[in-house]
Each structure stands twice: as C-alpha cells, then as structure tokens.
C-alpha cells in the first residue's frame, strides 16, 4: 500500500481498486458447498453467471469484464455498428458500465468449462478467456462456430474448444449443457466490416453465431436466454425440456431500437418455457438500457391471478447468490447485512446510554 502521495500514480491507483471486490467474491463461491439436490448461481454482471453444482463443477457462462464508452470521441457512433444498422443512427449511443467488477477474472480457479451464448463482446471476452485458459488448464470452451473462432484467434488452443449448435448436448463432469436456439435478432445486424452492407441480402446463419443452453443439474434446471429477445419458440423449449430457472436480458429500449425483453416479455418467456423462475439480469450494466426490475414484479402481481402464473420472478442483485429450489419462493435478493455477532463481547463505548 502507498503511503506517500509522491509515490501514488495512476498505475497504483487501478491496481489498488481494480477489481473493486477485490478476490471476496472469488473466495465465496470457491468456499461455498452446495447442498444436495440444490444448484447454485451468482450474478457478475451483464449475463455473466457463475453455477455450481452439488457435485462441484463449475461452469463460468458470459463473464465479460470490459468496459462501455470512456470518451465522449468525435460524438460518433462507430461505422458499422449494429445499431448503427438497425436505426440508422450517427450520433454516440452513451453507453457507459454502471457495474463495479465483483470477481477478479485472473484469480478464478476449478472452472470446467468456459460457456458462451454468442458473438457479442460484452459476452465474449478476451481477458475471461486468458484467465480460464491460464488458471484452469483442463476446461473447456463451448460456445456456437463464431465464437469459437475468436477464441482460436485469441490464442486458445483447438482442442480445448467445443462447437455447439441447437440440440447439441455437452456433458461436463455432472453438468449436461444443451444448446438451443437463439433469437438475438441483433446479432443478425451484426458486421465487423464496416463497408459491407447487410441491405437486400440474406441474413446471418443465427445458429452459427448465438445459442440459448439449458444446463441440467441434478439441484435443477436453468435456461440462459443470452441476448434473446421474446420468441415464441420459447414455448417450444418449454415443451421439449423441464426448466426450473430461466434468465432473461431485461432493459428498457431507447426509442428507435429493439434489443432487450421489456417486462412484459419476461413474464411472457417464463410462461413459455414453463419456468419456476425468472430472473431478469443485463438491465443493470448499460446506462442507456437500465430498467427497474421491481416493473416486472408490479405486472406480475397484476396478471398472476387471472393468467394462472404457475412461476414467480426473483430480483437479483450482482455479486448475489442464487440457490434453487432453496430461494424459488423469494422475490428478492439482499445482501447479509452482517454483525450477526453483536453484543456477543463487552462493547466498549463511555457508558451504556451512549447508545
């Protein structure tokens, strides 16, 4: 630690306070013992997900560890982007991280297998890659063709990687992955090379770019939407598999632009699926997306009687542990608020009506 102002510098700093929670949530979840018939999870943010089963295997899904815009720039948007194509948009979409980092990527240990839903890069990302590759010399990566390709591209070995399309079942140690399909219609728009146009032609090969998984463990089932907006092909995967827990990407749309499940959605995909739960998360990583969750709760409340809901949505916080089915029946997370231990030793403050 520095201890002298002469002696601090930016370098210092970001490595004093990056990552903010420092290895606290690592140690957790490496410290935590799943109970029999139960299947647990943590939110890192975005639709970052890391599962552990009763058995001990540890599948780390989307932990993107970037961040949004840190300049305002020339106030253009970049050529090419997908919204750019979806909207016809110029100006900077202001798209800033609201999210503090809550695991140390470099400090992850035990994970078996790397998953990945598609293409984007608030979902592929190339430092959670360097870390599992580096710390975890056994795991796997598993995602659809396009993103194997970056990860080879990045560096990762060939043989340490699994292609996966809808239907294709991975099984990792006691964890059995399915693919699915996804509907991420904006990863159809999606174009590295700015001068090609999109107009006119046939549309990407979504099965080569993005899947939805369903990870089957023996504490229950979970659905990863990804970046999927409303289908009704849910209603297909709720037919063909029995889901206990499904995540959605939860925002508010800015005018002109369809890219996250809006509240209404939600309850719509939990009903499909034939979920337990549903959980909604990627609302709380990009400023101009952000929504209040506690909206999906209210209309639940509102269409639950009449509509027969035979599932319950839960509010998640990042950082926060999710047990199913131990906490199926709440609708919120908190925090431990800590000091459990009051008044359990001789306080010490200058008389008792101190306080």
């Not at 997908?82 to 695991?103: A, H």
């Not at 993103?147 to 294709?168: M, Q, R, Y």
């Not at 092909?233 to 800015?254: M, Q, R, S, T």
């Not at 542990?321 to 359990?344: A, I, L």
Request: some cysteine; aromatic content about 10%; proline content about 5%.
């Amino acid at each position: 630690m520095v201890s002298n102002v002469n002696e601090v510098t930016k370098e210092s700093w970001i490595l004093s306070t990056f990552p903010e929670w420092g290895t606290y949530l690592n140690e957790e979840i490496a410290d935590t013992k799943v109970e029999k018939d139960t299947v647990a999870m943590w939110w890192l943010g975005c639709t970052g997900i890391w599962l552990k089963s009763h058995e001990g295997t540890n599948i780390l899904c989307d932990l993107w560890c970037g961040t949004g815009k840190r300049s305002h720039g020339n106030g253009l948007m970049k050529d090419g982007h997908q919204m750019m194509r979806m909207s016809g948009v110029k100006k900077l979409q202001p798209n800033l991280r609201t999210q503090p980092f809550v695991i140390d990527p470099f400090e992850v240990k035990n994970v078996d297998a790397l998953v990945v839903t598609h293409i984007h890069s608030d979902h592929l990302d190339i430092n959670t890659a360097a870390a599992v590759h580096k710390n975890c010399p056994e795991a796997k990566f598993i995602g659809p063709q396009e993103v194997v390709n970056t990860w080879l591209g990045w560096g990762i070995p060939k043989e340490k990687t699994i292609v996966v399309h809808p239907k294709d079942e991975v099984t990792i140690k006691d964890v059995t992955i399915v693919a699915l399909e996804a509907f991420d219609r904006t990863a159809l728009v999606t174009c590295s090379d700015p001068k090609i146009t999109l107009k006119g032609k046939l549309p990407q090969d979504m099965d080569e770019i993005a899947v939805n998984y369903l990870f089957k463990t023996s504490g229950g089932n979970i659905y990863h939407a990804g970046d999927s907006h409303y289908s009704n092909l849910f209603a297909k995967h709720g037919n063909e598999y029995a889901i206990d827990v499904c995540l959605g990407a939860y925002g508010e749309n800015p005018r002109g632009i369809t890219d996250k499940v809006t509240s209404v959605d939600m309850l719509r995909m939990a009903e499909s699926l034939n979920a337990k739960v549903v959980i909604p998360v990627h609302y709380d990583i990009w400023s101009n997306f952000m929504a209040d969750p506690k909206e999906i709760i209210e209309i639940w409340k509102f269409k639950k009687d009449r509509l027969q809901y035979q599932f319950k949505p839960y509010i998640w916080q990042v950082g926060g542990k999710f047990v199913y089915p131990t906490n199926k029946d709440d609708m919120e997370f908190n925090f431990d608020r800590g000091f459990s231990d009051c008044f359990t030793q001789e306080n010490d403050t200058p008389f008792p009506s101190f306080l």
